[in-house]
């Protein structure tokens, strides 16, 4: 008689879940997406790699002179880590979170908005340090100077294109946040049942990444882009509306205690703010849904319906 084929033992519970983890992770992104993510990780070291190595063995070395101090290590590492801040600028910040949004909403996988936006920014400060070095002695003084007309020119048109592109992307987010209401009362109605729900939002294009908590169900899918897409709205304009104010002191003299208000703020300072921001709905999001137990809630709606 043939014996009965063992059966394989059941994984303990820690290297089950810690398996389930790993799944998740590789299952979130096609191969295509990995290995582009995997380029830009790849860029990105090879980048550090060639700046610290050209600081520490080409120009440390040389002991060059910049005033009364020497450009050695200590001031490229004060260079990188007053680079590193730009991570929380505010209108860094929601540009990319909405571009990101629109992209995503528009049926898109978009992974490398924040890349390619520092990449741009980085490029053109590369490109003018890089002048510089080369002896272009007109960049200079106009460099140094705050006052000067270069600095006063391309002030004026970069906050200017920053505010202008934030309230656009702000009005294309709102149109899309429109329609995610309209879903939303058209659920609580008990017009759509969970099917029909699901294709309401496919067609809006909300299907970006199928992982996790979030898109697991269309209910959840209909709470976290009310939540996010919302948010995201409110600080594009938020920081639109500084940047452009900014421009009006600026440009008119104008004083006074909200003016004066508004010329004060540090948008460094506004991009911690924003970080918070996101990090406190995503709290205050997910302690409403559990307590306040919206998908029962909400779920109960489609079924009555």
Not at 87 to 108: S, V, Y
Not at 137 to 154: E, I
Request: hydrophobic share 50%.
């Amino acid at each position: 008689m043939t014996a009965a084929p063992e059966s394989t033992p059941p994984l303990p519970a820690p290297a089950a879940a810690q398996r389930t983890a790993r799944h998740r992770v590789r299952t979130s992104m096609t191969r295509q997406e990995w290995t582009r993510a995997g380029g830009m990780a790849a860029v990105i070291v090879a980048l550090h790699v060639i700046g610290w190595v050209t600081l520490v063995a080409v120009v440390a070395p040389e002991h060059r002179a910049i005033g009364t101090q020497t450009f050695g290590v200590g001031i490229g590492v004060t260079a990188y880590t007053l680079g590193m801040r730009h991570t929380f600028d505010a209108d860094h910040i929601a540009a990319i979170d909405n571009t990101t949004r629109k992209l995503m909403c528009g049926g898109q996988r978009p992974l490398s908005v924040g890349f390619w936006f520092s990449l741009g920014h980085s490029s053109v400060v590369f490109v003018l340090a890089f002048l510089l070095t080369l002896g272009v002695k007109t960049l200079a003084g106009p460099v140094r100077d705050d006052g000067s007309a270069l600095h006063d020119v391309t002030g004026l048109i970069g906050t200017t294109v920053s505010g202008a592109f934030l309230y656009l992307i702000a009005a294309v987010n709102l149109v899309i946040l429109a329609g995610i209401w309209k879903v939303f009362r058209g659920m609580r109605s008990g017009r759509y049942d969970e099917a029909a729900l699901e294709e309401q939002l496919n067609n809006r294009g909300f299907m970006n990444f199928a992982y996790g908590w979030a898109f697991s169900k269309p209910v959840r899918k209909v709470y976290y882009n009310l939540t996010i897409t919302g948010l995201s709205v409110a600080v594009a304009l938020l920081i639109g509306t500084v940047e452009l104010l900014g421009l009006l002191v600026d440009g008119l003299g104008l004083h006074g205690p909200f003016w004066d208000w508004i010329s004060g703020l540090d948008l460094n300072v506004l991009g911690y703010v924003v970080v918070a921001l996101f990090v406190a709905t995503w709290v205050v999001a997910l302690l409403g849904w559990r307590l306040a137990r919206i998908e029962e809630k909400w779920t109960g709606d489609l079924a009555r319906g």
